[in-house]
């Protein structure tokens, strides 16, 4: 947990950099920032689904450990390949 704990302000950094530079620039000549404001509702969901994952993660590795983790991964990775 303490590793997160300094790694993730260098990854964020680095992420908004890289994505100001190679995809920004491309969502500004297709207008794409205007398909947020009409679909409000669907992102809102995805920005607190994707935390409750996050969160979910770290309570799993922190009940149990780190292999139940990988089991419950690879259990929901089945799952989604067996319903697409």
Known sequence: MEGL????????G???GLAAVLEVPRALEKNAFSLVAPNAAAF??????GFAVN???FLVIQRTS???LKLLGTTRNAGLSNDS
């Open 55 to 57: 969160i979910a993660s």
């Open 44 to 49: 809102a969901t995805a920005v607190v689904l």
């Open 14 to 16: 680095w992420m908004f």
């Open 66 to 68: 780190s292999v139940m």
């Open 5 to 12: 704990y300094y790694m993730a302000p260098i990854c964020a």
